[in-house]
């Protein structure tokens, strides 16, 4: 499994005013002695890459931000801004709360700590396939484990956050970052992450509406037949193999998908000229970003074109009355990460 790099926490004084524009949290860099309080920041992930349905994801560096301090008292407080704020639950039902709930359970120090203070600051679109959810999890498991010590290591993490979320291909990459590939066997989850050795730009079209999971679910067959499964694996195999050894020329054809995104299409106007537009304008491939609304494209930094693929997306839905923006990302390569006490 590779290891993340550690978080370079020299550049921080000891107490952080001037931060980034995305990272509005000022937090102490040193952790002050019985500190109940953990700062995180958690990467919005892409899952499926196309072919990789409900195994592969990718760790993307737009980032949800959470300071977190427990509590011996029995209340909740959430406080939230940024992307999606009003729809975000301010109770006991809020996801980073039910995950830090979790991980005290866990480790028997739920009696300990019965409550929480709760700031959140979020740039991940809200039910657009970006992972929204996956990183209240991450950040709600990640920022409890370290005022606890850190009980549990990153596998025990993705163990609670699978169970929570339901399945891993999210909040793997939000975990590992970098790409990811799970497996569920006998009930446990198994994640190999890695580095593509090829220097990805990511293209994402985000449409003005939300695509839920369940809907997204909703329309998929419950049987697939021989040929359509071959398909996939071959792809996806292919996938996997050309990032990991650097062949840039396997990708055009690695990236299609014939178990979701066919019957998905329906639910996002323009989906397959989106694709065609992001091709033609030089994009190795496309994919649904997990359930949708996004839209993902995959270029090389090399080649400079992200641009020009982000308007030829934005621009194609258009034809079809879909307002988008685009956002131009990289793949995060440390995933969720401890900036401040």
Request: with cysteine; hydrophobic share 40%.
């Amino acid at each position: 499994m590779k290891k993340n790099i550690p978080n370079n926490r020299k550049s921080l004084k000891a107490i952080t005013l001037k931060m980034r524009k995305d990272n509005p949290l000022p937090v102490p860099d040193s952790k002050p002695q019985n500190s109940f309080r953990a700062v995180v920041k958690v990467p919005g992930t892409s899952a499926n890459c196309g072919p990789g349905f409900d195994c592969l994801g990718l760790a993307t560096t737009i980032y949800n931000y959470l300071d977190l301090t427990l509590l011996r008292a029995n209340k909740i407080i959430v406080e939230s801004k940024g992307t999606g704020y009003e729809s975000i639950p301010h109770g006991r039902k809020n996801l980073a709360w039910q995950a830090v709930r979790r991980l005290l359970q866990t480790v028997g120090r739920e009696d300990e700590f019965k409550g929480a203070i709760i700031r959140m600051k979020n740039n991940v679109p809200i039910s657009r396939g970006l992972g929204s959810s996956s990183t209240a999890i991450v950040a709600g498991l990640t920022a409890a484990n370290e005022i606890l010590g850190s009980p549990l290591d990153k596998n025990g993490l993705l163990k609670l956050a699978t169970e929570i979320e339901g399945h891993p291909d999210n909040v793997a990459p939000a975990i590992f970052g970098g790409f990811t590939v799970s497996v569920m066997d006998k009930g446990e989850v198994q994640t190999f992450s890695f580095q593509p050795r090829i220097k990805l730009k990511l293209v994402v079209a985000v449409p003005e509406f939300e695509l839920s999971t369940r809907l997204a679910r909703k329309v998929l067959p419950k049987n697939i037949s021989m040929k359509d499964a071959i398909f996939n694996v071959s792809r996806a195999s292919m996938l996997i193999a050309a990032l990991v050894e650097g062949r840039e020329e396997f990708l055009p054809i690695a990236f299609d998908d014939a178990l979701h995104q066919p019957y998905r299409k329906k639910l996002v106007p323009g989906m397959s000229e989106v694709f065609t537009a992001a091709r033609k304008a030089g994009a190795l491939g496309a994919a649904i970003s997990g359930a949708g609304s996004c839209l993902i494209a995959f270029t090389t930094a090399q080649s400079q074109l992200e641009n020009k693929i982000a308007s030829a997306m934005v621009e194609t839905f258009k034809i079809y009355n879909v307002q988008s923006s685009a956002l131009i990302l990289d793949v995060d390569k440390h995933g969720a990460q401890i900036i401040g006490h």
